[in-house]
Structure formats: C-alpha cells, structure tokens
C-alpha cells in the first residue's frame, strides 16, 4: 500500500509479557517515528530514526523500551516486561525528509492486562 | 510540562459556519507548527503548516494564523462541513535538533452539525 502501515492493529496481552509491534514506512521515506497516545491524552514522542543517524531515544519512557530499524526502513518497537500504564495506541509515522510533514500509520492498540 | 496547549476540549460549531481551533505554547524555540486531524481508530492526517517567519497560511477552507507574540496559533475551518467532525492535533517542532520530533498538544474533538 502507499501509506504507513502497521501491525498488529490491535494487540491484547498479560502483564510481564514482552511485545514486538512493526511499522513499515512509506517507500522512500527517510524518517521515521514512533508516538504514542495513552487514555485522553495528546500524541507524546518516543523515538525518532533519520537516515543512518543515531536514533534521538530521548523520549523513551523507560528502559523496557527500545527500538530498531533496520536497512533504514522496517521498525520494530519492544517493549520489555511490559506494565498495565504501557496500555496506549502506538503510532508510527514517516516523512521523506526530517522538516517534511510525517504521515502517520492507524497504530497499534495495545492493552496489558 | 505540556510546552503545547488545547485548552479546549471540544467544540460544537453548525455545518456553513467558522470553526475556530486555538493552540498556545510556551517554548520559544518551536518555528514550525503544524495541524492534524484524527478520525477514530485511524492514525493522524496532516492538515496544514506554517513557518514562523509567517503570519497566516491558507489551503482552501483552512486556514492557519500565528501570533508569535502571544505564542497562539490558531485553525480556522470555513465553511464547516459535517465531514470535519474529528480530533484536531497542533504540533510544534523545535528548530536546531531533532527537527522532525513533534510535540502535540492534548487535542480538541470538533463536532460539526447538520
């Protein structure tokens, strides 16, 4: 397809638990970004991927959180021993340049029991 | 620390009439800022953007305003149409590192009535 896509869309699972969610960028798209957005809240930054840069991590919550891209387009976010406040929609984004606007996937809902 | 405000939750506006979504922000170093628009269980779609070397930018019935003095943007949708019922995003980039991350305000959820 042409936009971002990801998955699963949904994604139900226990406390402790680790979990893999997958963005696929928009083909040619040199930036790509992961958000999420919790229960009423706005969309809060996690992680960021420029070309061959070193990702900005800086909006990670915490260390159970990582991400990879690899061959400068697929992405996969974990999330380790994972806690009910992980609960949240996860969002990927892309855009073909860092100061081009980011188009977003429908993300990932992800609910921890 | 929430540097990217809606202090509007929701709004009600009838169909041919103004919609006017306002965002405030408190970080000085933000010169671009963007809108987006949210149906549920889909992702965010980019509406419009503008520079802070700009005051106003206009793309069919939106339009864009900022005051950079009062650190106040501002979307106006005219005419509204019952289509444009969504969750509306500002977001704010910060220049000079990370240009791509984007800092989004809490959202306003804009209801257009028949």
């Known amino acids: 397809g042409a936009g971002v896509s990801q998955s699963p869309s949904n994604k139900v699972t226990e406390k402790g638990k680790d979990v893999e969610l997958r963005c696929d960028p928009i083909?040619?798209?040199?930036?790509l970004y992961w958000y999420r957005q919790s229960l009423g809240q706005g969309l809060e930054f996690l992680i960021y991927?420029?070309?061959?840069?070193?990702?900005?991590k800086s909006g990670l919550p915490s260390d159970r959180f990582s991400a990879e891209r690899t061959g400068g387009s697929v992405s996969t976010l974990t999330i380790q021993r994972t806690q009910q406040e992980d609960s949240a929609v996860y969002l990927c984004?892309?855009?073909?340049?860092?100061?081009?606007?980011?188009?977003f996937g429908d993300g990932t809902r992800l609910s921890i029991l | 620390d929430q540097q990217v405000k809606q202090n509007s939750p929701s709004l009600s506006v009838q169909e041919g009439r103004i919609s006017i979504l306002n965002c405030d922000y408190t970080?000085?170093?933000?010169?671009?800022f963007l809108w987006y628009k949210k149906y549920p269980a889909e992702g965010p779609t980019f509406l419009i953007s503008?520079?802070?070397?700009?005051d106003k930018n206009e793309d069919g019935r939106f339009t864009v305003f900022l005051n950079k003095s009062a650190k106040h943007l501002s979307l106006h949708i005219v005419p509204s149409q019952p289509g444009d019922s969504a969750v509306y995003f500002c977001?704010?980039?910060?220049?000079?590192?990370?240009?791509?991350?984007?800092?989004f305000g809490q959202g306003t959820i804009l209801t257009v009535h028949p």
């Open positions: 977001a704010a980039i910060r220049g000079g590192t990370s240009y791509g991350k984007l800092t």
């Open positions: 991927f420029q070309g061959n840069s070193a990702p900005d």
């Open positions: 503008i520079s802070s070397i700009k």
């Open positions: 970080n000085s170093m933000f010169d671009y």
């Open positions: 083909s040619g798209h040199t930036a």
């Open positions: 984004a892309s855009s073909f340049t860092s100061n081009q606007p980011q188009h």
